[in-house]
């Protein structure tokens, strides 16, 4: 019985720290489309969204997870944006911005 609490132990600690892990890499894919799009990602995070087992394109289950993020254009108004991992690749980055308001880059 000690064995397997140790094992439900370490298993949560291991899947703790992979999220950790997963989790840096969307804030860091959101802050490369912001920075690309001209705008500002605001509190420099994301949150998790939705989670669920997913097949990845070899068929292997997998943990997918949606982040959801604000940013700004002005600074002044708030706007969304989504980011989808499958593991640790990217599977969906989605800006709520039209192409007519991106800002254009700062001199």
Same mark, same amino acid.
């Given at each position: 019985?000690?064995?397997?609490?140790?094992?439900?132990?370490?298993?949560?600690?291991?899947?703790?720290?992979t999220?950790?892990?997963?989790r840096?890499?969307?804030?860091?894919?959101?802050?490369?489309?912001?920075?690309?799009?001209?705008?500002?990602?605001l509190?420099?995070?994301?949150?998790?969204?939705? &989670?669920?087992?997913q %097949?990845?394109?070899?068929?292997?289950?997998?943990?997918? %997870?949606?982040?959801?993020?604000?940013?700004?254009?002005?600074?002044?108004? %708030? %706007?969304?944006?989504?980011?989808?991992?499958?593991?640790?690749?990217?599977?969906? &980055?989605?800006l709520?911005?039209?192409?007519?308001?991106?800002?254009?880059?700062?001199?």
């Amino acid at each position: 019985m000690d064995l397997l609490l140790f094992a439900v132990l370490i298993s949560a600690v291991a899947f703790w720290w992979t999220s950790s892990q997963i989790r840096e890499h969307a804030v860091k894919l959101s802050r490369s489309a912001c920075q690309r799009c001209h705008v500002q990602l605001l509190d420099e995070t994301v949150t998790l969204s939705k &989670m669920r087992l997913q %097949r990845n394109e070899h068929g292997h289950i997998n943990i997918a %997870r949606w982040y959801t993020f604000e940013f700004s254009t002005s600074g002044v108004d %708030r %706007r969304s944006g989504i980011v989808g991992l499958l593991g640790d690749k990217l599977t969906t &980055m989605h800006l709520d911005l039209d192409i007519e308001e991106m800002p254009g880059p700062n001199p």
